[in-house]
């Protein structure tokens, strides 16, 4: 079993940035992981993943802008932000998997809002 716990996430103004942590209850350097978001009425939808070997992929609209880094001495994930958009507004949660692509454990999620 993996407890992930995200933090970080609240109000920024366009054009700002966030940093969001996932901490894992273990260690993860074996295991994929990945931010994911969901917007209220939309499916939640990858934003980016990085696999235990450090490819990393990002959904067309974060590109340039937002970025995966991993501490696995830390046991966390991070998702860095910039040039934020109100259309980045969404809930965002931290998945991992044994495998790329499987998401066998999940965050509780944490709020990013985007306004001026």
């Known amino acids: 079993q993996v407890q992930l716990v995200e933090s970080g996430g609240g109000l920024a103004q366009p054009g700002g940035s966030l940093r969001l942590s996932c901490a894992a209850s273990?260690?993860?350097?074996?295991?994929?992981m990945a931010w994911y978001r969901q917007a209220p009425g939309k499916q939640r939808e990858l934003v980016a993943g990085?696999?235990?070997?450090?490819?990393?992929n990002y959904e067309d609209s974060v590109k340039g802008r937002f970025t995966i880094p991993r501490d696995n001495a830390k046991n966390t994930v991070y998702l860095q932000m910039n040039n934020l958009k109100p259309e980045d507004t969404a809930v965002y949660y931290c998945?991992?998997?044994?495998?790329?692509?499987?998401?066998?454990?999940w965050g509780q999620g944490t709020q990013v809002t985007v306004s001026s």
């Open positions: 998945s991992a998997g044994v495998l790329w692509g499987r998401n066998d454990y």
């Open positions: 273990r260690n993860i350097f074996s295991m994929s």
């Open positions: 990085i696999r235990s070997g450090g490819n990393k």
